[in-house]
């Protein structure tokens, strides 16, 4: 009994009640968390009992679930048990290519990253790829860059902040260094456009151990150096919190030999050079939705929408809603469908149903407004390397204050050694030089539940200029098939 009641005093100090139905677990080893949670598929036990059961092992059952991981995990493939151990990692000094890349390597992992919208960057800040030892005179301009964008982005930063403060007066009420501090940061957001891919950035990251082994798989199989030797030293750190899940996380022949074919591929049916290249400053191109080719797309959208609705909400069969469905007015499913939207909020999300229309896009944007994009993990990217073939994006209030000419000088020499760099047979060197004005092209292919949340998020009062005008054309182009989907959206940012 004195045995018992001691293991159940030790169980306290790793679960957050000992008498009640639902408690926290903490202060145990991530894989014997995993280990813990994955024998209530063959346990009548609880979860604290399998915990008493641990603390009377040396280490708190490490050892054991090392072994359970390696057979189970492993080698039998249940990956899903996984995914109870978690990992928090601070990521540091990495460049903005490798964040962007770390960041679509896996949906399921979190991030917080360094925002050059409300920190400015320091000079020298910059990552210099290793390939360049071998090629002293292209290092030394590639270095050379750098300083020379960061001075123009100093340059443009000061330049920008004297013009805001010159057109932007002190709204009435608010002190003058408020209002100050408020123009500094956007002059310092807009002045970015001049920097590179290069620029040092952090990354705070919280993913669970099957999301991280998939990703550095990803990363170590990656064709750019920075980012197999980073993965490499991020497998090293994972192991402390997790030393047998992540173990077999390696390059994988699949991923490197695929894409080198389908390249070549590529480069055999369209040519290794772009047909052209873009002027525009961004586009945004629907290139499918639902109900593309039918009559009346949105009301072909608005059926599957009601039919999922009743189907949750009723006793009846999909088939039986559908027939009922077919006899209604358009005014009558909108109702239905108005029903599951009108007490939506600002911080609500819609219900499932909305899943089911979906959108495919092409976008042609740039890197300061890809680098937040890329954080909605729920549309599917399809990505192109980062490149100069199609055009910049000039921000507005560099325009109004006439420093165009510094942004474009930064453009310009980016440009330069970029194609020097891919005439030296380094084409990865070459997308580091790329700025943040230049503009990247990609697809994503997302559902209506997903345009709500961005409308609701990138066209809000606080949203940053360049992804608010692109999240208003998309709303825009969706607006003229679907105008009654996307109208209540609209409403919450009005």
Not at 34 to 59: D, H, L, M, T
Not at 185 to 213: P, V
Not at 250 to 269: D, K, P, S, V, W
Request: charged residues 25%; contains cysteine.
């Amino acid at each position: 009994m004195a045995q018992e009641k001691s293991i159940s005093d030790e169980v306290t100090k790793y679960a957050s009640n000992i008498d009640r139905d639902i408690y926290t677990v903490s202060n145990i080893p991530e894989e014997v968390i995993a280990v813990i949670f994955a024998y209530v598929s063959r346990s009548p036990k609880g979860f604290r009992e399998n915990i008493g059961n641990v603390i009377q092992e040396e280490q708190l059952g490490q050892e054991r679930a090392a072994k359970f991981h390696e057979k189970w995990v492993l080698n039998y493939g249940h990956a899903s048990v996984a995914e109870h151990a978690a990992v928090h990692m601070g990521i540091e000094k990495v460049s903005r290519l490798f964040s962007s890349i770390l960041e679509l390597s896996n949906e399921y992992m979190s991030f917080t990253e360094y925002s050059q919208r409300y920190q400015s960057p320091v000079k020298g800040d910059f990552y210099t790829p290793q390939e360049l030892d071998q090629h002293g005179s292209l290092k030394k301009k590639y270095v050379e860059l750098n300083n020379y964008q960061y001075d123009l982005y100093s340059d443009l930063n000061d330049k920008l902040f004297e013009f805001l403060k010159d057109t932007i007066s002190t709204p009435e009420g608010m002190e003058e260094r408020v209002h100050h501090r408020a123009l500094e940061k956007i002059a310092f957001e807009d002045a970015r456009y001049a920097l590179n891919l290069a620029t040092y950035t952090n990354l705070g990251m919280t993913a669970n151990a099957r999301a991280i082994e998939d990703s550095l798989t990803k990363l170590l199989s990656s064709k750019y150096l920075e980012v197999r030797k980073r993965a490499q030293e991020m497998k090293e750190e994972v192991r402390f919190s997790v030393p047998t899940l992540v173990k077999y996380a390696n390059e994988n022949e699949y991923i490197t030999e695929t894409r080198q074919g389908l390249e070549g591929i590529a480069h055999g049916i369209l040519g290794s050079s772009p047909s052209n290249t873009s002027n525009k400053s961004y586009e945004v191109n629907l290139l499918n939705w639902t109900g593309k080719n039918s009559p009346n797309a949105e009301l072909e959208s608005i059926d599957e929408m009601v039919k999922a609705i009743l189907f949750e909400h009723s006793l009846s069969s999909y088939t039986e809603i559908e027939k009922d469905i077919n006899g209604r007015s358009l005014e009558e499913k909108l109702q239905i469908l108005n029903k599951s939207i009108e007490k939506l909020g600002k911080f609500d999300n819609p219900v499932n149903a909305l899943k089911l229309v979906k959108y495919d896009v092409e976008f042609v944007i740039s890197e300061a407004c890809w680098h937040q994009l890329l954080r909605h993990r729920k549309v599917n990217w399809i990505v192109k390397e980062p490149g100069i073939q199609s055009g910049i994006t000039v921000p507005p209030h560099i325009e109004m204050s006439g420093t165009q000419d510094l942004l474009r000088k930064a453009v310009s020499e980016s440009e330069n050694l970029y194609n020097e760099l891919v005439d030296n047979n380094l084409p990865e060197v070459a997308s580091y030089v790329v700025t943040n004005a230049h503009n990247r092209r990609l697809l994503g292919s997302f559902d209506l539940w997903e345009l709500y949340h961005l409308i609701n998020l990138r066209m809000s009062e606080g949203a940053q200029w360049d992804i608010k005008n692109i999240t208003r054309i998309l709303a825009e182009k969706i607006s003229k098939h679907h105008p009654n989907l996307v109208a209540p959206a609209l409403k919450r940012v009005d």
